[in-house]
């Protein structure tokens, strides 16, 4: 039935009025969109000038921040495995007992160690900063300070705070010095006339001396920051990284975040040349460890050896021997090779009972053992130098860790494993050494019997010579183990090849692009976010949108803010308010329909607007051509009379009251020969007794007879029952809520008189609204009304709706 009347009044067939519907659901929904869209594009300034600002700031903090540069290098570890002993290692390197003592991950740790970079700190005067003050930025004079200050390393391991002088260099040379004394309140100022000089602190004294070959900037401040080495150690610990390239290599990648790219290039280069000192004395303390116990060893055979040699001699004046006879020769030869045999047999005892003490003397447990003594057993060999390295490496991790560390205690058991296995191979050694012995000592008696005829003195110098050559071989062996030990003391290498040098690989801090990129985006999204939020704190209407979201009621239109006054639908034009209202009155001729007449114009509260409203849209019915009555029903604040500029002394208040006749107290209106005016007359006592009396619904009868619409301004309905007792005469309401002013609660308020009823054919009016017109033309949804636009307009897609705007 609807549609039916729909095409009657619009005079369309089925398939044109299925192809407007169609037009305006897509026409509704590009105006959703464009109002979710339109507050952001409307303050287009605001992003604009926010965009710059940021820029602006980023800009200012480029050039304004320090640069922090990244400084790499990259060494290789070297296996610390002795090629002599490897073979001996395989047994150990299958029990897993050697897989923490050279692994990479310890040496990482030591690079990074607190020794080791406050070693480099040392070497490099890193403690001490001579900055160059600017108004805004300050920059380090790394090699570029005229000035160079020095401080026994004693005195600065003491500094309980950092020592901060400015210093001036003048013409004649003299420098003066200016520092901050007594708990930073008082200033003390030195002059030194000629440097080098000594300049005395609280904590020790300091020596200025000229940098050579750099030329001072006379007259120019330079700030001097001494500080304690531990102090500076953990800026430089948390801007160094130490990793290996991969799992499966032993190269290491050096990185250093530097704000002075030279001194990253010192730091790493120096750390890395202290890290191979260090690791070439732990090597070189085996070596020499070694070398004492031989020259204690030679000492004492060389002792031994003179008493042999001493017997030798006493034994041949006293037995008058010049030679061995020729017939014991040959009656020795035999015996010989196994005399031989059982010298060697002997030396091997002798120097496995010596390492046997020195294992069990109490004193030397933790401690380095000789392991290059010509014992010829590869395991005990091999044993020996696995327990040195594992000692070394326990040495290592106790400067920077304590003994309760659970990777020193692990270092420990390995320490204890190792001395047990040194104790189990020595007994093991010296059972196989006394069967070899028996054995040669057998076959030496078994020849010695075949001698017996031999005179007695014979047997007895060959016993004595005998002990002199033991005591002479044994000498001539550690002679060649003392020079073997020189060399190896001599041969030592690096433990980390340098692979790539200290570079710097470019700047890292402030990144350009990313700084220019997030202030674009903040420059964007500030604004955004604050028109978000003060949309969101919004509790007043703002558009069309918010009237949509919150009410039941179908929207009539929207009327923009009027640059022409009270008055702003004149015929001939059709600037955008006399096409609001056109649209406005196109809806509500639809909700009337033929047989209506009488429209009540009311708000939720006074100054939204219903009296403008009421005005123009009588003007706009009228220039239809139809007979208009303006009648002014708000008795308690009148306005119409005031908008019009016409006569309040007679009107409805009088015409209720009995005073006069309807007739009486119409007014024409100059402004169209189709409509006259009937005001409020003055303020009764009581308003809405007036309003109930049957002269009102005469009054309305009559009127419809002489006129096609009737447009009752009437009071607002929150605060007085007026509006809802005419409401009996009314056929349609249009309800005025005004954009930035009406509360979104009388919306809620306007539903509930919707929901019971209360008006008739109630429709929505925004009022006043100051956003962006996306353009007119058909449009309805599902709170809206059929209706069309005045004349034709062009159809235009979503984005030029949105960038074609034009300002109410």
């Not at 034709?792 to 897609?797: I, P």
Request: charged residues 25%; proline residues 3%; glycine residues 4%.
């Amino acid at each position: 039935m609807k549609d039916f009347q729909r095409k009657k009044d619009l005079g369309l067939t089925d398939i044109e009025l299925e192809s407007l519907d169609s037009l305006l659901n897509n026409d509704e929904k590009q105006k959703t969109i464009i109002e979710l869209v339109a507050p952001y594009v409307v303050k287009w300034k605001w992003f604009v000038l926010s965009v710059l600002i940021a820029l602006v700031v980023a800009f200012i903090y480029l050039r304004y921040a320090e640069k922090v540069y990244q400084v790499s290098s990259s060494v290789i570890l070297k296996d610390q495995n002795d090629t002599r002993i490897r073979g001996g290692n395989a047994i150990f390197s299958s029990m897993d007992m050697l897989g923490t003592v050279n692994n990479v991950d310890n040496e990482v740790e030591v690079m990074r160690s607190k020794s080791l970079v406050e070693s480099t700190i040392n070497r490099l005067n890193l403690h001490t900063s001579y900055i160059k003050r600017g108004r805004i930025k300050s920059t380090d004079m790394y090699k570029e300070s005229p000035l160079m200050v020095s401080m026994n390393q004693e005195d600065l391991d003491k500094l309980l705070e950092p020592i901060t002088i400015t210093a001036v260099i003048a013409k004649d040379q003299s420098v003066t010095l200016t520092e901050t004394v007594e708990d930073k309140t008082k200033t003390k100022t030195t002059k030194l006339s000629k440097l080098p000089a000594l300049y005395a602190t609280p904590y020790g004294n300091l020596t200025f001396s000229f940098r050579v070959g750099v030329v001072p900037e006379y007259d120019s401040p330079i700030e001097i920051v001494v500080r304690r080495p531990a102090s500076v150690v953990p800026s430089f610990r948390s801007a160094l990284s130490v990793a290996p390239t991969s799992k499966t290599t032993s190269i290491l990648d050096l990185k250093l975040m530097s704000s002075e790219p030279r001194k990253g290039v010192d730091f790493l280069t120096t750390l890395v040349n202290i890290y191979n000192e260090d690791a070439i004395a732990n090597k070189n303390r085996e070596a020499l460890n070694t070398k004492i116990f031989i020259d204690e060893r030679i000492a004492l055979i060389d002792k031994e050896l003179g008493d042999a040699e001493r017997k030798v001699e006493e034994y041949k004046k006293s037995q008058g021997l010049t030679d061995i006879q020729s017939n014991v020769k040959l009656s020795l030869e035999k015996g010989s090779q196994y005399e031989q045999k059982l010298i060697e047999v002997n030396t091997q005892l002798n120097l496995v009972e010596y390492l046997n003490q020195y294992i069990g003397e109490a004193g030397n447990k933790n401690k380095l053992v000789p392991s290059n003594v010509g014992i010829n057993d590869p395991t005990l060999t091999a044993t020996i130098n696995e327990y040195n390295k594992t000692v070394l490496e326990r040495e290592r991790l106790l400067r920077t860790n304590t003994e309760s560390n659970p990777m020193v205690q692990k270092v420990d058991a390995q320490v204890a494993a190792l001395r047990d296995a040194i104790g189990t191979a020595i007994v093991s050694v010296k059972q196989g050494l006394n069967i070899a012995r028996r054995d040669a000592q057998n076959q030496v008696n078994l020849y010695r019997s075949q001698t017996g005829m031999a005179p007695t003195q014979e047997r007895q110098f060959t016993e004595i010579d005998r002990e002199k050559q033991i005591k002479a071989s044994l000498f001539l062996m550690l002679l060649q183990k003392r020079e073997e030990n020189a060399l190896a003391l001599s041969a030592s290498v690096n433990s980390a090849k340098v692979l790539d040098k200290a570079t710097v690989y470019g700047l890292v801090k402030p990144r350009r692009t990313l700084v220019l990129m997030v202030a674009f985006l903040l420059g964007i999204l500030i604004p955004g976010i604050i028109i978000f939020i003060s949309d969101s704190l919004q509790f007043k209407i703002s558009s069309r949108s918010d009237v949509d979201r919150l009410s039941k009621i179908p929207v009539l239109g929207e009327v923009p803010v009027s640059k022409t006054g009270n008055i702003a639908v004149k015929e001939g034009q059709n600037a955008e308010t006399d096409e609001a209202f056109r649209m406005l009155r196109t809806n509500l001729q639809f909700m009337l329909g033929k047989d209506n007449q009488v429209i009540l114009v009311t708000s939720t509260q006074p100054k939204e607007g219903k009296t403008f409203i009421s005005i123009n849209m009588a003007i706009s019915l009228a220039l239809l051509g139809k007979k208009v009555m303006l009648m002014g029903m708000d008795l308690r604040i009148p306005r119409m009379s005031e908008y019009l500029e016409v006569d309040s002394s007679k009107g409805m208040s009088e015409y209720l009251s009995g005073y006069y006749d309807i007739e009486d107290i119409i007014q024409p209106l100059g402004i169209s020969p189709n409509l006259s005016v009937i005001t409020s007359g003055s303020v009764p006592p009581n308003p809405a007794e007036l309003i109930a009396r049957k002269e009102f619904d005469i009054a309305i009868e009559k009127l419809k007879e002489k006129y096609d619409y009737i447009v009752i301004d009437s009071a607002p309905v929150s605060s007085v029952t007026d509006t809802v007792v005419a409401a009996r005469v009314g056929h349609a309401t249009m309800y005025v809520c005004r954009a930035n002013y009406s509360h979104k609660n009388n919306l809620l308020f306007a539903n509930e008189l919707y929901e019971k009823k209360m008006l008739p054919n109630m429709g929505l009016v925004v009022n006043n609204v100051t956003n962006y017109h996306f353009g007119y033309g058909f449009g309805y949804g599902k709170k809206s009304v059929y209706g069309y636009g005045y004349g034709k307009s062009k159809s235009k897609s979503f984005f030029k709706k949105l960038f074609n705007l034009k300002k109410k």
